[in-house]
């Protein structure tokens, strides 16, 4: 067992290398770039790099890479030696510029028609917050990337924008309240994982999850997750070994890896991270995949990130736990207990609240993809209705003072902010609320949409966004107060008053709740394009660029990018499918119904027909299923050679969820039917059963 403390952060260029490492004057220029986001001096970025390079070859490195996130939901890396020549001689060299800029062809990644082939420069420019670090014996520099023209191309670009965006608005608040010793504020999110295991062997013989990651057929198996004898069960040890060099490879890299456990459906695990700086985290959670996904492989086991790979089981997702955090060490949603600091909590957490309604369908948008729409409404993942989930104690709080009421018998004043106690907010004073997207847990909030394969960074800088406009209205407001504690009170009430259609406390699974939100005028955007369709409404524009988060162009870019990928991931199912069922399930099936024709004729020959029922009776079954099989698999192919003459993007994702998605359901509805009462022996593909319990 590897002391933990030992390896650490072994692997990574932290604060304490570089302290260790740099001249004195050098190491306090970068610290105060990574803090007030300051440009770096060449001459600085020179020894920088210099010390980096020096750290990464005693550690066995010889390659450097600017590591970055584009737009296809998994990292990027292009591998530089360290070496050069000087006066004919070999030698090791990384300069200050090499460690500060790059270049990528950037027409090659999806751009939404930002890039062209004839005009491909792009950039990677170092983001000196998050730390360096080794992986498979190369530096890797974390990096944003953008356009010739300086469009951000990545994940990452906006969430940085978007993280300056909240710090200058919450400082503004703050001040507010007196507290002049802050001088920056930082969102921290942990970003829980949940993933499939399952055994190479079967995982080989599938093509659907060799192409897609998911099953595009499968029969459920006799038995599931209905006994709950999965969840929290004890950890197989093959699988435990898994989880345990994946923590000592996750651990030398600096992530947090915390928790980790048996999740509720057969084959399903879940690793929690300890919260750390949002940026960091969103490189952290990428890792975590690629690491998840590397280590599997050493075990002969295949990590599943697909938001649902089964059908009938509970689907993966990823819970962003968010809250935001000052310089000095404060929570800025840990509930107080003072007059003074339940107003600060209380102003923080009716932004959120804003925030949430204001921009619903920012925050549907920004979990939306074709994974994610299989997931949302079972299994433990949240509706597609945006709502906040806040308690029973802190709704009674919140009601109490917007009606002016005592929340307390025993108070006798007036409920109000600043001026009269409220009660203390200790945590975890009410339930959890599993079917919530958006719950408030103590000091922080958890929102419960994200697809497990899906990056963190857009969705918090929406998040971060929408927060920071809330912020930035309350202190345009307060700001002009002549009588600040009657303003904020007042303030806070209006909030509580104009945006409490948003807390829901109830079953999100309930159908009544479905009425209920449309009721009050929630949305339900319930597929990807119905959401993606909403991305460029003026409100969503101006909101980003109001805080340079997002220009139009950068917007309408992002919706392309996104809708061809919807498209194109239900494309490559859709081929897949007819792979599938014409080369190895119709196959398969007609010899099976010709054998049992054959079986039925032979055997009502010798001993008659009214002793051949269940092979006639199957041979009728079989035909039938086939004959539908094979006329919805000529369908679903005549409607993929009609998406191709639909040029418009949104046109063409609102085809492909219409017509191609209902066709592959009819085509999985009758396989599986087949499946179900098929000779184990001719069915071709390995069943639910064989990849659900296959890791022993």
């Not at 999740?263 to 995949?289: G, R, S, V, W």
């Not at 309604?357 to 729409?373: E, H, K, M, P, T």
């Not at 909030?495 to 939100?517: L, M, Q, S, V």
Request: hydrophobic share 40%; proline share 3%.
């Amino acid at each position: 067992m590897s002391n933990v403390t030992d390896i650490f952060a072994s692997m990574v260029f932290d604060d304490a290398a570089m302290e260790a490492r740099l001249p004195k004057e050098t190491y306090k220029l970068l610290q105060k770039t990574i803090k007030d986001g300051k440009h770096l001096d060449l001459g600085v970025a020179n020894i920088v790099a210099a010390a980096m390079k020096d750290w990464a070859i005693e550690l066995g490195a010889t390659h450097y890479s600017h590591w970055f996130q584009p737009m296809t939901g998994i990292t990027a890396e292009k591998h530089d030696s360290f070496i050069n020549t000087k006066g004919g001689k070999l030698i090791m060299d990384f300069s200050g510029k090499e460690l500060i800029k790059g270049e990528s062809d950037a027409s090659s990644f999806p751009s939404g028609g930002l890039r062209a082939t004839f005009e491909a420069r792009g950039y990677t420019a170092w983001d000196a917050t998050s730390y360096a670090f080794i992986k498979d014996g190369v530096l890797c520099i974390p990096t944003v990337f953008c356009s010739y023209g300086g469009e951000a191309l990545d994940q990452k670009t906006a969430l940085l924008r978007s993280m300056e965006a909240i710090n200058r608005q919450a400082i503004r608040v703050l001040k507010l309240f007196g507290n002049d010793n802050v001088t920056s504020v930082k969102t921290t999110v942990g970003a829980e994982q949940e993933y499939f295991l399952i055994d190479k062997s079967v995982f080989d013989k599938r093509k659907d999850l060799i192409y897609t990651g998911r099953t595009l057929f499968g029969a459920r198996a006799p038995k599931g997750q209905e006994l709950d004898d999965h969840y929290f069960g004890a950890i197989k040890p093959r699988v435990a070994a898994f989880m345990k060099e994946l923590d000592e490879e996750l651990w030398k890299l600096g992530i947090l890896s915390k928790t980790e456990h048996n999740e509720a459906a057969p084959a399903q695990h879940e690793m929690a991270p300890i919260f750390t700086t949002t940026n960091i985290a969103a490189d952290h959670n990428q890792l975590t995949m690629e690491l998840m996904q590397k280590v599997a492989k050493r075990y002969d086991m295949v990590c599943l990130l697909h938001e649902k790979p089964f059908a009938g089981v509970n689907g993966s997702g990823k819970h962003n736990n968010w809250s935001i955090s000052t310089d000095t060490g404060i929570n800025l949603l840990e509930p107080g207990e003072t007059p003074y600091e339940n107003a600060q909590f209380l102003l923080f957490l009716c932004a959120v609240i804003k925030a949430v309604d204001d921009y619903q369908d920012l925050l549907r948008i920004s979990v939306a993809s074709a994974g994610n729409d299989h997931r949302l409404g079972a299994g433990e993942a949240p509706p597609a209705i945006i709502s906040i989930f806040l308690g029973s104690e802190l709704s009674e709080i919140l009601e109490a003072i917007e009606n002016d009421e005592n929340y307390d018998t025993k108070q006798k004043d007036i409920l109000r902010v600043g001026v009269h106690t409220l009660p203390k907010f200790p945590k975890d004073t009410t339930d959890r609320n599993r079917t919530s997207p958006f719950a408030f847990t103590g000091n922080k909030f958890e929102f419960r949409m994200l697809g497990s394969a899906t990056p963190i960074s857009f969705t918090n800088a929406v998040l971060n966004t929408a927060v920071a406009e809330s912020l930035r209205m309350f202190a345009d407001r307060l700001e002009e107060s002549k009588d600040f504690e009657k303003d904020l009170h007042a303030l806070i009430k209006e909030i509580i008053t104009n945006h409490k259609r948003i807390i829901f406390n109830g079953d999100g699974y309930d159908d009544a709740w479905i009425k209920e939100a449309e009721k009050r005028g929630l949305s339900n955007l319930r597929t990807t394009p119905e959401a993606l369709s909403h991305m460029l409404d003026n409100k969503n524009v101006e909101l980003f660029e109001t805080h340079k988060v997002f220009s139009r162009t950068e917007l309408q870019a992002r919706t392309e990018v996104l809708l061809e990928s919807y498209c194109k991931i239900i494309n490559i199912e859709a081929l897949t499918m007819l792979d599938m069922a014409r080369k190895g399930i119709l196959p398969a099936m007609s010899k099976y119904s010709g054998e049992l024709a054959v079986t039925a004729r032979e055997k009502a020959a010798l001993i008659g027909k009214n002793n051949v029922k269940y092979e006639i009776e199957q041979v009728k079954m079989f035909s039938s299923w086939i004959e539908t099989a094979y006329k919805t698999a000529e369908r679903l192919d005549e409607n993929l050679q009609k998406s191709k003459s639909i040029k418009d993007m949104a046109s063409l994702a609102e085809f492909y969820r219409v017509h191609i998605l209902e066709d592959m359901k009819e085509l999985r509805t009758a396989c599986d039917s087949m499946e179900n009462v098929a000779s184990i022996t001719h069915w071709p593909y390995p069943s639910y059963g064989d990849l659900l319990f296959s890791v022993k």
